[in-house]
């Protein structure tokens, strides 16, 4: 108990506490359908790992964002929305051009873009009904958009016949959807370019709900 039958070497207390957390439903279940009189589970608790997301603060994040303005403009505009909005990095990547309102401000999440070994990168449907949703974003991050969408015009119009019809915001060198790895290794090299402290891209959703908490929302 408590070792990978693979390797031979402790499981990870994540990993543990997974395995605990998915008998005690399973035998939790089966209390209430009156199966078993009680939960064996409850008097072998392993101690809950910690959790180890890095969050930046506000000054942090004002030098994220300052770092992003000497990045290439596909990549501001991915990492700006993952910062002030929230989403996840599925969400980003599934974004296409049509969930944008320019007029309006806002932009709408209906789907996500994902990528297992035996599928490659695929598209799917928000983790459930209420992450469908639509949020206002700042005038800034519209204008923001609109450069990020006439510059990648631009490009598809000289790439012409190699360009593979997509409406994606997020594309691979030939408009392909983007690759989920991909923002993670930008992100890491950016990160230690700019000297800044090592965040995810799952960080920054953090932060995003710290900042709002901060303010109130």
């Not at 969408?149 to 408009?175: K, V």
Request: charged share 25%; net charge positive; with cysteine.
């Amino acid at each position: 108990p408590g070792m990978n039958q693979l390797n031979g070497k402790a499981l990870a207390p994540k990993t543990v506490w997974n395995y605990y957390s998915f008998c005690s439903s399973v035998l939790g279940w089966a209390v209430k359908s009156e199966l078993i009189d009680r939960n064996p589970c409850t008097a072998a608790a392993p101690k809950k790992p910690a959790s180890h997301i890095v969050c930046l603060d506000d000054e942090q994040a004002r030098q994220f964002l300052e770092a992003l303005e000497k990045e290439p403009l596909e990549d501001r505009v991915f990492f700006t929305l993952a910062l002030l909005t929230g989403y996840r990095r599925g969400e980003l990547l599934g974004l296409e051009w049509k969930d944008i309102d320019f007029d309006s401000g806002t932009i709408m999440i209906r789907r996500t873009s994902q990528y297992t070994p035996g599928r490659g990168i695929y598209t799917e449907s928000t983790k459930t009904a209420g992450s469908v949703r639509k949020l206002c974003v700042a005038a800034e991050v519209v204008e923001l958009l609109r450069a990020y969408r006439s510059e990648q015009n631009e490009y598809r119009l000289a790439l012409g016949d190699r360009w593979q019809a997509n409406d994606r915001l997020f594309t691979q060198w030939d408009g392909k959807p983007m690759s989920p790895n991909t923002p993670y290794l930008t992100l890491e090299r950016l990160t230690k370019r700019h000297g800044l402290p090592g965040i995810s891209i799952h960080s920054l959703r953090h932060t995003n709900a710290t900042l709002m908490i901060q303010q109130g929302i």
